[in-house]
């Protein structure tokens, strides 16, 4: 892979946010009927909704590990804080890298981390008036696993601050699994540090030279506000269900308009207190929190940085693959019961299945022929998602709803290099 040219110099204000922009708030659990939604539409959201009951939120005990605290961590995000605070207190930026032990072994994942300390790096080098707070999560699911939790993270704080010493680093020990879980440890944190932003990035993805000092630089240029998110550029594995995904995608266009959880930038406000318990996916809930179907654009304060470039493999195994899936659709389903009817209906219409004509437009800009394949495989996605919302809709209905999404990681892990083959930009 190769990375674009340096884009030109840009001035670099302060992490100083600009007036916020409006946010979404999910709909209240007992809700009663809006005006200009009609009532098979008001019955439909509402029995799905409560076709899908998981715990109210992600709060699990954490152990901050940093310099200055005792060597087993502190579990009060407060003295994490109190550590990682300037003397001049300015508002900063807060990267959260979350990974668990299972995932891979120590080795793979220092090299993981040494290539996320690349990236802070250029970030420091090209806003040197922007504090960064790098925090990184190791999720566990037993005792032992817990041990080794900690001692991960050692070896991992103690990189960083070889490679990198004057970079303020926070590890967090938790339980898993769900990466909201650790977002929401982090983000404790850099709200009492007053931080104006909150990014992370996946332990699955292969980010491009200098990709997040460039998702720095727009964050800043729009005040602070709002979401940035590095382009996805897809790579196909041998796996039959990676090319044929591959195939679909290239021709259904997914909703890749927005900024993704593998790698984004959010204004603290817009994530502040942390993802509610409800919600699995990350980018899903800033999304709807963002998405203005009132203006002009309505992805507006949901911006994609085309030179802020990150690599991925799509699909996995198929049985992965078919887990993913569903875990997907119930994310979608699970906001298209909970958010106001105006947001959904633009994310249902022109994000999530936009060209599934009849229902939504016909998208001529690449032919007829084009247009009619890719409505073909929206209807196909579209009766995958009808099913599993009628799943939800029998669960509300008869009072017994799903109390949690399945967690559905690949298992094949592997890290792209320059020489991958089959690359196509997602956006």
């Known amino acids: 892979m190769t990375s674009e040219p340096e884009a030109p110099a840009v001035p670099r204000p302060p992490a100083r946010p600009g007036p916020p922009v409006p946010l979404n708030l999910p709909l ?11 009532l098979l539409t008001h019955h439909l959201r509402g029995t799905m909704a409560r ?13 901050y590990l940093l310099p200055g605290l005792r060597a087993d961590g502190t579990p009060r995000a407060e003295e994490a804080a109190e550590a990682l605070r300037t003397p001049a207190g300015q ?7 979350p990974t668990y032990v299972s995932r891979v072994p120590l080795a793979r994942q220092r090299e993981w981390f040494d290539a996320l300390l690349d990236q802070a790096a250029a970030v420091a080098r090209d806003h040197p008036r922007v504090p960064l707070v790098l925090f990184v999560g190791m999720q566990w699911s037993s005792a032992e696993e817990e041990e080794e939790s900690l001692r991960r993270l050692r070896v991992l704080l103690d990189d ?18 769900g990466k909201p879980r650790t ?3 982090a983000i404790a ?5 007053g931080c104006a932003g909150v990014g992370w990035a996946d332990d699955d993805v292969t980010l491009e030279e200098g990709c997040l000092s460039r998702l720095v630089r727009d964050f800043l240029a729009a005040g602070c506000r709002g979401a940035v998110g590095a382009t996805k550029i897809a790579h196909t594995h041998e796996y039959a269900t990676s090319r044929l995904l591959s195939r679909a995608k290239a021709i259904a266009a997914p909703a890749t308009n927005y900024p993704h959880g593998c790698c984004i930038l959010v204004a603290t406000d817009v994530v502040a207190g942390g ?6 996916s990350d980018d899903g809930y800033v999304c709807f929190r963002l998405l203005d ?3 002009p654009d309505p992805l507006t304060h949901l911006r994609l940085v085309p030179d802020a470039r990150c690599h991925y493999y799509v699909a996995g195994p198929a049985g992965e693959t078919r887990r993913r899936i569903r875990r997907l659709l119930l994310n979608h389903l699970v906001d298209v019961a909970d958010w106001p009817l105006p947001v959904v209906r633009h994310y249902f219409g022109h994000v999530l299945f936009g060209g599934m004509w009849p229902l939504t437009g016909f998208d001529s800009s690449r032919g007829a022929r084009h247009g009619l394949k890719k409505a073909l495989i929206k209807w196909l996605y579209f009766a995958w998602f009808a099913g599993i919302g009628s799943e939800l809709y029998v669960r509300g209905l008869s009072g017994r709803p799903l109390r949690g999404i399945e967690w559905a990681p690949y298992s094949d892990i592997r890290r792209l290099t320059p020489s991958s083959s089959s690359t196509r930009q997602e956006s």
Request: with cysteine; proline share 15%.
């Open 183 to 185: 977002l929401n440890g």
């Open 28 to 38: 209240a659990r007992r809700r009663r009927r809006p005006a200009g939604e009609g």
């Open 160 to 177: 960083a601050r070889t490679r990198l010493p004057g970079l303020r680093v926070c590890g967090l020990s938790l339980p898993g699994p």
């Open 51 to 63: 076709g899908f009951r998981p715990p109210e939120s992600w709060a699990v005990p954490v152990r």
């Open 189 to 193: 944190v850099a709200e009492l540090l």
């Open 293 to 295: 179907p009132v203006l």
């Open 91 to 97: 508002p900063g930026i807060a990267l959260v890298v």
């Open 275 to 280: 993802l509610p318990g409800r919600y699995v």
